[in-house]
């Protein structure tokens, strides 16, 4: 698997596609029980995973969402814009939230060496 943390809670029995004419979107519950450590422990609930046409993407889970805005720079070039929400946003989450972003940050420089790879 190429994102191992996150394949390792991700329930694949249940996974949907769905898409319509500007957007597609994945949907998975999650189920931590034995998955990656650090993975589980930010990641809850359910995983939907939108793509809207032409150049957004939200990532959600139970209580956090991150977009991700795709700019071309050029014929080989683009910048990505991470964005981070959080339900909850005081002292006590601070580092749970932060623990979150370590592993979106992780998944997308998998997202990145696949990309280079192929």
Not at 61 to 82: Q, R, S
Request: glycine share 6%; proline share 3%; with cysteine.
């Amino acid at each position: 698997h190429l994102h191992k943390g996150l394949n390792s809670i991700l329930s694949y029995a249940n996974y949907t596609i769905t898409h319509g004419p500007r957007f597609w979107l994945q949907s998975s519950p999650i189920d931590a029980a034995g998955g990656e450590a650090m993975t589980a422990s930010v990641r809850q609930g359910q995983a939907l995973y939108y793509w809207l046409y032409p150049n957004l993407m939200l990532n959600w889970y139970e209580g956090y969402l991150d977009t991700n805005l795709v700019l071309p720079l050029g014929i080989d070039k683009m910048k990505v814009i991470f964005q981070f929400y959080f339900s909850d946003v005081g002292l006590s989450a601070e580092e749970k939230n932060r623990k979150s972003m370590d592993v979106s940050e992780r998944i997308q420089d998998e997202d990145h060496s696949i990309c280079v790879s192929v």
